[in-house]
């Protein structure tokens, strides 16, 4: 079973802001990172460390980490964020990387 | 700009073997860690097995240790998963990507290749 957890599912209204997040004791000693996955298509990292974001990444998304929940915000919500998000931490032997299981975000 | 592209999926019958390729290319590829990453249909993203920048340290989930085998070629730029002893759940599309190690970052992926196990 993944050692982190995400909400199943959520929906937000186009240019609304909505939190996704990740519960896991990996995150009291490291980061998470965030994917965006659309239907068919390979993932693509949105969010890394503190809050990095690659180049090319809108600035809308935004990240946060206090005790074991890691979390990814989008503000001001487009379509194209319609989506899924999987956090990503290492497990306890600390080599090794966990995906959480996924949250659909619907834009509504 | 970097280019992963995987190769060497397809269908195999339960308790056969694949050798998975990923060809990098627009980066210095003995600099970085590497990571393979599978998603079997209709599922999440599961991380697979990573290696380091020469090939000396390398770490497995526990559902495939002992049945596959993540390696390198600097000179070639290449990454390899070999893939033994294959069960219907391994049936997925196999990514790689480019790890960011001490950022826990999978920075750049390959577009997959699918990896069928059936009788």
């Known amino acids: 079973s993944s050692e982190l957890t995400q909400d199943p599912a959520v929906s937000v209204a186009l240019g609304q802001s909505v939190r996704i997040t990740c519960q896991g004791d990996?995150?009291?000693?490291?980061?998470a990172s965030w994917y965006q996955q659309k239907p068919g298509q390979a993932p693509v990292l949105v969010l890394y460390?503190?809050?990095n974001r690659p180049s090319g990444i809108p600035d809308r998304f935004s990240g946060s980490s206090s005790g074991g929940t890691a979390s990814l915000t989008i503000t001001g919500s487009q379509a194209e964020d319609d989506a899924d998000y999987y956090c990503?931490?290492?497990?306890?032997?600390?080599?090794?990387?966990?995906f959480g299981p996924g949250t659909k975000v619907t834009v509504l | 700009e970097v280019h992963l592209v995987e190769s060497g999926g397809g269908l195999v019958q339960p308790g056969g073997s694949l050798r998975l390729s990923c060809a990098a290319s627009?980066?210095?590829?003995?600099?970085?860690?590497m990571s393979w990453v599978r998603q079997a249909p209709g599922k999440g993203l599961e991380w697979v097995a990573n290696?380091?920048?020469?090939?000396?340290?390398?770490h497995y989930v526990d559902s495939v240790k002992g049945r596959f085998t993540i390696s390198r070629d600097n000179a070639k730029n290449s990454l390899y998963l070999q893939m033994n002893s294959l069960k219907a759940e391994d049936t997925a599309v196999y990514y790689c990507?480019?790890?960011?190690?001490?950022?826990?970052?999978?920075?750049?992926w390959g577009q997959g290749t699918l990896v069928t196990v059936s009788s």
């Open positions: 990507a480019r790890d960011v190690f001490l950022a826990v970052a999978l920075d750049c």
């Open positions: 627009g980066f210095t590829f003995s600099s970085y860690w």
């Open positions: 290696i380091n920048q020469d090939g000396s340290e390398n």
């Open positions: 990996s995150f009291r000693n490291y980061y």
């Open positions: 460390g503190r809050n």
């Open positions: 990503i931490s290492r497990d306890k032997s600390g080599g090794r990387y966990v």
